[in-house]
């Protein structure tokens, strides 16, 4: 008859560190989830950056770099298009808040306005 004696777990925990160490695994010993797994996979990014094809210059770009060239976008064109199309409806963005010093710059603006328009 064999008696077996039970291996004491600080052992057990050296043996599974050099395991670890020689086949290059993380340590883990309370059984975690460190998300080593993922960490481990290849990156996605240059994947997925080579599918697409390379940026070309947009419009607007060209308009920039070339001030002179008379140039013309479709999408910025629609786009003015449709703001005046909601203005004309009353469905436009509102207007900004004004400060205190631009206020009084625009109630003066009206007043001198309204004293034109009623001769006095």
């Not at 086949?23 to 010993?29: H, I, K, R, V, Y």
């Not at 003015?80 to 963005?93: D, L, N, P, T, W």
């Given at each position: 008859m064999a008696f077996t004696t039970a291996v004491p777990r600080s052992r057990l925990l050296?043996?599974?560190?050099?395991?670890?160490?020689i086949?290059?695994?993380?340590?883990?010993?309370n059984g975690l989830r460190l998300g080593n797994k993922i960490l481990r996979q290849r990156l996605?990014?240059?994947a997925l950056a080579a599918y697409y094809p390379p940026r070309v210059g947009s419009v607007t770009?060209?308009?920039?770099?070339?001030?002179?060239?008379?140039?013309?976008?479709?999408?910025?064109?629609d786009r003015?298009?449709?703001?005046?199309?909601?203005?004309?409806?009353?469905?436009?963005?509102p207007t900004?808040?004004?400060?205190?010093?631009?206020?009084?710059?625009?109630?003066?603006a009206l007043a001198a306005a309204k004293q034109a328009a009623t001769g006095v």
């Open positions: 050296d043996l599974m560190k050099v395991q670890c160490r086949f290059g695994a993380a340590f883990n010993p996605k990014g240059p770009e060209m308009a920039r770099l070339y001030p002179n060239l008379d140039t013309w976008d479709d999408f910025e064109e003015v298009e449709g703001i005046q199309i909601a203005k004309s409806r009353g469905k436009g963005a900004k808040k004004r400060t205190g010093e631009g206020s009084k710059k625009a109630k003066a």
